[in-house]
């Protein structure tokens, strides 16, 4: 209809039907017929009255003598290419079908989708065109709208995509592209458990809830097939089939990505139950593990053991080579420890230089579980006998291992742990670089001291404990102060000295608790004689333990109590242990640091016992150093031991530190410490621990120095 066409063929073909039913009929189609001339105007020699109601023109507005012809009414921009079309169809011999749009008389456009045919007479030649035209706008505007509502989808940043029910991919958006790192054309057409190597019992739970339940809501982890990983969260959707669309069931996929999430949280699970420096599992993660495989035990009631391994003397490999290469031998034991084991036992590492190796319950007999723990023993022993690369030398090491087995329900996560630790001293004992299984003889101590702390927890909130202080004189006599001295005051009436139940507070962290209540008791005694003319002078000393001062808020809760007693901080001493100064000389430092611009003083305890190093005594803001009893008691008859304290002296002079010795029980002793240039004493030769009111009567009577005199006392 829109070109001359090379010929032109028969008129339109009438039945003997009649002229006048076929106009009914072919009026009465939803759309128009023609029948056009091949001449140079294609003129229209018939078209159905239809015709109106697709253009809005009359049939005969478009047969001569009218000047208009249907091709003028194309858009201009679709002719050129539906003639081409046309022509090309006509030319091959086949019928043509094209979509175009068309200007009605009112100005409105409207598609039209044109099916025809030319008409050939006997010679071949072409005659006219016959066709039909159909209004097609509603079908290309719902297409159009598909194709936004898919452009829509592809905005969105989640994945979206469709399958059917058998569970191949029919739409796939640009988010999808995006999450999954695939393109439609790949996707669309794939199987959904092709498409992710996911386990098939996973997407089958999925379908199975969204064909059974209409949804399903869940977090799935893809592998996708370049091996990376995507966690999502996802929502699958039953789209049920609609018959009048014509169109299917399907599953509707809204996934939107939820690695960083995952991520996060993985980080988070590693941190609290993976060791940073090893990369093993920490303490939490091993006793969660130890009571499940009691359960276990208890259950199948088989034999597992517990191993405890601590190396030995590793506290002179962190002195001699650094912390750094100390690290970098931990890393190596936990390795070899990894490789002395089967994938089923668990090695962890409790902290410091203590290892653990868990061997599940599995053994019908002890001696089954005790052959197995030998054999595991030895091979740790092993491997930990050839000797660690560090920093391009090598260092040996070797390790000290308990060993205890378990089986039922009699056994509890503390028992077996203290069980395991027991024998592991045993092999400390024995020499180390050997094992030791746990010897029930031990059980009885182990009683005794499960039995103490037990009795610790009750006596702090019953009020148990109670305070002593012990003079401190200058080496003219007079008092400059008391230690505080913690007495537990049983209620049986006898009284327990420190040296037999501090251990065990260690041991079990209540430490922290009593030292606390030691601070807070000690500074209210302080504020207290300050406020008394005869002892506002006086500094009161006060043991605070590792385990206390590591405390993440050992500074607030000091500064606390200093704010709630009253007390002045300047008349405060805090007495700290060397194996505290060398656990982390950085974060001690800052924590001294910080109160000691509060005023408060600091004095080292038991100086000369532990690991005296001159590099801490320099970098910590250290008062006093504190000669610890164990030298005093043949300082007299000791050549070594009297030059020992000769020499701590001499370096608290160097290092401008007061020098106090404890245990000063003798006349001799106090004049040769006196000698040596020794300032201050404490010790039986003045007075032992008094409760608060005789240590106050001692101090109000000893305000004055005596008359120097060699022998006074
Ligand atoms: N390098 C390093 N050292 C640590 C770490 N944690 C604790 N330590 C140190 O490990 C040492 C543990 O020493 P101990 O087990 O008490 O003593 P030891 O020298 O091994 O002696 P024995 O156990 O009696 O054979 C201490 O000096 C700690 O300061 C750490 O993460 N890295």
């Known amino acids: 209809m829109t070109k001359r066409r090379t010929s032109l063929s028969h008129p339109p073909r009438q ?183 996911i386990p098939v019992s996973g997407y089958r739970k999925a379908h199975h809830a969204v064909m059974v339940e209409g949804e399903w809501r869940g977090e799935m982890s893809l592998a996708l097939h370049d091996d990376t990983t995507v966690h999502t969260a996802m929502r699958w959707t039953l789209v049920p089939a609609d018959a009048d669309a014509g169109t299917s069931a399907k599953i509707l996929v809204i996934s939107s990505d939820i690695s960083e999430r995952k991520n996060a949280e993985a980080r988070v699970h590693r941190m609290a139950y993976f060791d940073p420096l090893t990369d093993l599992p920490n303490r939490a993660r091993f006793l969660d593990t130890l009571h499940h495989a009691l359960l276990g035990s208890a259950r199948n009631n088989r034999v597992g053991v517990l191993m405890f391994c601590d190396l030995d003397n590793f506290k002179s490999i962190n002195d001699t080579r650094g912390h750094a290469a100390g690290d970098c031998l931990l890393q190596a034991v936990a390795r070899r420890l990894e490789r002395s084991v089967r994938a089923t036992d668990m090695v962890a590492r409790l902290g410091g230089d203590e290892f653990v190796v868990l061997l599940p319950a599995e053994d019908e007999t002890f001696l089954g579980g005790a052959r197995r723990a030998e054999k595991v023993a030895s091979t740790i022993l092993e491997l930990m006998a050839t000797p660690v690369r560090l920093a391009g030398d090598s260092e040996s090491i070797t390790a000290s291992i308990g060993i205890t087995l378990f089986s039922g329900s009699n056994e509890t996560v503390e028992s077996v742990l203290m069980k395991a630790d027991a024998a592991m001293y045993q092999a400390k004992s024995a020499g180390r670089k050997t094992y030791r299984f746990f ?76 030292g606390h209540w030691v601070l807070a008791t000690a500074c209210k005694q302080l504020a207290h004689w300050s406020r008394c003319a005869a002892t506002q002078h006086l500094t009161l000393s006060i043991n605070i333990s590792a385990l206390q001062f590591l405390e993440a808020d050992f500074v607030t809760d000091t500064e606390e109590i200093f704010a709630a007693t009253g007390v002045d901080p300047r008349r405060v001493k805090l007495e700290l242990t060397e194996s505290l100064l060398v656990t982390d000389v950085v974060s001690t430092a800052e924590k001294m640091e910080h109160l000691k611009a509060l005023g408060v003083m600091f004095a080292l305890d038991d100086f000369g016992t532990g690991y005296s190093s001159l590099s801490y005594l320099r970098k910590l803001p250290l008062d006093q150093l504190k000669i610890d009893t164990t030298f005093m008691r043949d300082v007299l008859t000791s050549r070594s031991d009297a030059s020992i304290v000769r020499s701590i ?15 000063v029980e003798s006349i001799g002793q106090r004049d040769f410490l006196h000698d040596a240039g020794c300032d201050a004493y404490q010790g039986f030769l003045y007075r032992p621990g008094l409760p608060a009111e005789g240590f106050m009567q001692y101090a109000t009577a000893h305000l004055r120095a005596p008359p120097i005199g060699r022998h006074a006392g």
């Open 15 to 197: 039945s003997g039907w009649g002229a006048l039913s076929l106009e009914m009929l072919l009026s009465n189609l939803p759309g128009a017929v023609y029948r056009c001339l091949n001449d140079a105007h294609s003129t229209m020699q018939f078209a159905s009255a239809g015709i109106e109601a697709l253009t809005g023109y009359p049939p005969d507005a478009f047969r001569p003598p009218s000047k208009l012809t249907y091709a003028s009414i194309i858009e201009p921009h679709d002719r050129v290419a539906v003639a081409a079309q046309i022509e090309a169809a006509i030319a091959e011999g086949k019928p043509y079908q094209v979509s175009y749009r068309i200007l009605t008389s009112k100005g409105a456009t409207k598609w039209i989708w044109e099916q025809g045919a030319a008409v050939v007479d006997a010679s071949g030649a072409i005659v006219a065109l016959e066709g039909f035209l159909a209004d097609y706008t509603s079908v290309k505007n719902a297409d159009a709208t598909i194709r936004e509502h898919a452009s829509m989808l592809d905005k969105a940043s989640d994945a979206i995509f469709v399958m059917n029910l058998a569970g191949t991919i029919i739409f796939w958006n640009k988010g999808a592209e995006g999450l999954f790192g695939v393109v439609p054309q790949q996707a669309i057409g794939c199987r959904y458990a092709d498409l992710f190597a």
């Open 439 to 514: 010897d029930p003889v031990m059980q009885e101590s182990m009683v005794a001291q499960l039995n103490l702390q037990l009795s610790l927890r009750s006596a702090l909130t019953d009020d148990e404990f109670v305070l002593y202080y012990q003079p401190q004189v200058g080496s003219d006599g007079a008092v400059l102060g008391a230690e505080a001295l913690i007495r537990w005051q049983c209620k049986d009436g006898r009284m327990i000295l420190p040296g037999d139940f501090i251990h065990a507070a260690e041991a079990s962290g209540q430490i922290v608790e009593i």
């Open 649 to 663: 002296i001499a370096l608290g002079d160097s290092l401008g530190l007061e020098v106090l010795a404890e245990g």
